[in-house]
T-cell receptor
């Protein structure tokens, strides 16, 4: 089974702090994604990566950056956390672009609270 | 970008068939339609995917009309454990350009005994 793990289930940070959310997948998937989920808004794509060191902006990239130095790891970075970034953050991975579409496998999520 | 619209919530009783419809008027030729299920405190889980006509697996069916501007997820004989949020997703990531992965806002299905 594909396993996507996220470094923390719950995280509390203060405004202005630099925050790192880590995601690791163990199935050699080429694509990795970061979403945030808020009540009433569903899932919104922040960034995705289709290869090591490659990234693409999603719908809401402002205030975030990402890093993918290794194929299995995709990090989401909040350079200066703000209270409006309090949310559930979900990481996902999927196979490469050789197929028209492929299933995304999600991690359990990290609930981030910024005080 | 193909946006999706689905009902915010639905109620059902155990044993009934549930149909959830998703509208996606601007679906592109190469887009697939995928449905996910999410339980509280968990990430979404893939249910079913299709391109056109009808697809069936062990848990659900997906009906897609010829114009592909909508799709209907059908859950036969639901049980209490089917209480969850169901998301309709249209599109696919494409390297070198902005990913057009559009999740709907989800339909919260409540199954009552």
């Amino acid at each position: 089974d594909v396993k996507v793990t996220q470094s923390s289930r719950y995280l509390v940070k203060r405004t202005g702090e630099k925050v790192f959310l880590e995601c690791v997948q163990d199935m050699d998937h080429e694509n990795m994604f970061w979403y945030r989920q808020d009540p009433g808004l569903g899932l919104r794509l922040i960034y995705f990566s289709y290869d090591v060191k490659m990234k693409e902006k999603g719908d809401i990239p402002e205030g975030y950056s990402v890093s993918r130095e290794k194929k299995e790891r995709f990090s989401l970075i909040l350079e200066s956390a703000s209270t409006n970034q309090t949310s559930m953050y979900l990481c996902a991975s999927s196979l490469g672009l050789a197929v028209s579409y492929n299933e995304q496998f999600f991690g359990p999520g990290t609930r981030l609270t910024v005080l | 970008l193909a946006k999706t619209t689905q009902p915010i919530s639905m109620d059902s009783y155990e044993g009934q068939e549930v149909n959830i419809t998703c509208s996606h008027n601007n679906i592109a030729t190469n887009d697939y339609i995928t449905w996910y299920q999410q339980f509280p405190s968990q990430g979404p889980r893939f249910i079913i995917q299709g391109y056109k006509t009808k697809v069936t697996n062990e848990v659900a069916s997906l009906f897609i009309p010829a114009d592909r501007k909508s799709s209907t997820l059908s859950l036969p004989r639901v049980s209490l454990s089917d209480t969850a949020v169901y998301y309709c997703l249209v599109g696919a990531p494409r390297g070198g350009s902005q990913g057009n992965l559009i999740f709907g806002k989800g339909t919260k299905l409540s199954v009552k005994p």
